[in-house]
């Protein structure tokens, strides 16, 4: 079955710290990951893929197959970046439906 | 260019009735999906539509669910004899086509059932 992880429900850091959301997926087969995000009364919105291997507002994530994990990456945490994050994955065939994590709220303190 | 649009944004409904969600695309976007998401919870894939055609529906929880794109554009998701556990946020999200492409979400519909 697919399934994305999201282990912290929150995570509070401070403004220039560093930065990491896990993400942990099981997958029969290889998927496509994403990190999506949604700033307060805004919608939900794409923050970067792996098949991009993009670096969006200074965030990366690196896909480890071995460790079937996509955990999303700062290295200087901007105010800005308070928001809920959601780790999703989807086939590279079929509908392309995604399936989403629980998400992460992240707070970045002043 | 205007993005995904949903409308109403907020519906409060009493147990037991029927209530239509409409979701517009963005113009051109042949895939359409619906996602519902709890409180709490991220969303949940209900339901899928490449134009008109509705290609899978394997999320959607109950046959009281039913939805529709009968022209390949706008979409109405449809909640027969409302129950509490209804209560979500329905998003619809669009992409150009099926495959690869990202999907845009819309704003929700934030459903309420009394």
């Known amino acids: 079955a697919q399934r994305v992880t999201q282990p912290e429900k929150l995570l509070s850091v401070f403004k220039g710290a560093p930065v990491e959301l896990k993400c942990n997926y099981s997958y029969s087969g290889s998927p496509e990951l994403f990190w999506y995000v949604q700033y307060s009364r805004q919608r939900l919105q794409l923050l970067l893929r792996?098949?991009s291997r993009e670096s969006i507002k200074g965030f990366t994530a690196d896909l480890n197959k071995g460790e079937t994990s996509f955990h999303l990456k700062k290295p200087f945490a901007q105010e800005e970046d308070s928001a809920m994050y959601y780790c999703a994955l989807t086939s590279f065939q079929g509908a392309q439906k995604l399936v989403f994590g629980q998400g992460t709220r992240l707070t970045i303190n002043p | 260019g205007a993005g995904v649009s949903q409308s109403p944004r907020y519906k409060v409904a009493k147990r037991g009735q029927d209530v239509a969600l409409r979701c517009d695309p963005i113009s051109g976007h042949v895939s359409l999906f619906w996602y519902q998401q709890a409180l709490g919870q991220g969303p949940e894939f209900l339901t899928y539509?490449?134009?008109?055609?509705?290609?899978?529906k394997s999320g959607l929880p109950s046959d009281r669910f039913f939805a529709e794109r009968p022209e390949g554009s706008v979409s109405t998701l449809k909640i027969q004899r409302t129950q509490q556990e209804d209560s979500a946020v329905y998003l619809c999200?669009?992409?150009?086509?099926?495959?690869?492409?990202?999907?845009?979400f819309g704003p929700g519909t934030r459903l309420t059932v009394l």
């Open positions: 999200a669009s992409s150009h086509v099926a495959a690869s492409d990202t999907q845009y």
């Open positions: 539509f490449q134009n008109e055609a509705q290609l899978d």
């Open positions: 792996h098949i």
